[in-house]
């Protein structure tokens, strides 16, 4: 998006966001033109971060993308790729991602490794671990034995390689208990908003708390994986967006910042998701725009 645009965007969030404090909730936090200013511009990063799966998908994807083996291999555009090839493979590596907590800067060293097996045969693969649940610890054992190093993402920072096993095993006994990925990620009585908040009470991933949780329903919203929307912001239990809820609500219940949160959302017409993760990004520079690269 070109700077011109994300501004006039922006600006519009300012006044809507100073629109809503006069007129449905005061909001303590629009005191501080700046502040506002900074959390308009989150917003509209949100939104895009979003959007940009979109523009992905629209794009031809090469079956390289989703090779660990190739130097070409992005998980995301992987994720995409597989949508429509392999439906399992798909929701998997974007476990594998969201697990791993890793960006484009490492570019994908961690999950590189993890899914591409070390660099060797067979990868660590749907397929392959249903078969043979024995090359998940076979992995630990052949990394810790190795020189490699890897790091997971900010997001995942208190999670280490010897929760890889627990954290795998729990994830395919989950899904293979509801009958596969499909059975589990799509509903055709469900809304979207109900189904998000059945899985996310349904988790069972050892060592996914609140953040990996919605982290990984929001991959699987944002990748279209599933047919699922944040029925709310999940500030109750966070660290990061209650920070930002209470910087611009005031001095509230978690369940009051949270259904305030939820208002503002649907008066400047973004997802739950999105306010989440701008909440999240505007409470670490309130004072000083600076885009989240995670």
């Known amino acids: 998006m070109k700077f011109d645009e994300k501004d006039r965007l922006a600006n519009e969030l300012v006044q809507k966001i100073n629109d809503f404090s006069l007129n449905i909730t005061a909001l303590p936090g629009v005191q501080s033109p700046i502040q506002i200013d900074v959390l308009a511009r989150q917003l509209v990063d949100s939104v895009n971060r979003v959007d940009y799966f979109r523009i992905l998908e629209q794009r031809s994807i090469s079956p390289s993308r989703a090779d660990p083996h190739n130097e070409l291999f992005d998980p995301i555009r992987a994720i995409l790729y597989l949508k429509s090839h392999d439906y399992d493979e798909a929701c998997w590596l974007a476990f594998l991602l969201v697990f791993t907590g890793e960006n484009y800067h490492s570019k994908w060293k961690f999950t590189k490794l993890l899914y591409g097996n070390l660099k060797k045969n067979p990868k660590i693969t749907w397929a392959n671990i249903n078969t043979n649940a024995t090359l998940i ?22 999670v280490s390689v010897d929760h890889i096993c627990d954290a795998f095993q729990t994830y395919m006994d989950w899904v293979n208990a509801n009958g596969g990925h ?9 809304s979207a908003e109900d189904l998000f908040s059945k899985l996310y009470k349904a988790i069972p991933i050892f060592s996914f708390g609140r953040l990996a949780k919605f982290d990984y329903l929001s991959m699987l919203y944002k990748t279209g994986l599933a047919d699922i929307k944040a029925n709310n912001c999940y500030i109750a239990g966070s660290t990061g967006p209650i920070k930002g809820a209470r910087l611009l609500f005031g001095t509230k219940s978690a369940k009051e910042l949270d259904n305030i949160a939820i208002n503002l959302a649907d008066f400047l017409d973004i997802g739950y998701q999105e306010m989440e993760d701008a909440l999240c990004n505007w409470q670490k520079r309130p004072d000083k725009y600076e885009y989240y690269t995670g």
């Open 137 to 158: 610890a076979s992995w630990v054992n052949d990394y810790k034995n190795s020189n490699e190093k890897i790091k997971f993402g900010n997001h995942r920072k208190y």
């Open 182 to 190: 499909s059975n589990l990620f799509r509903s055709d009585s469900l």
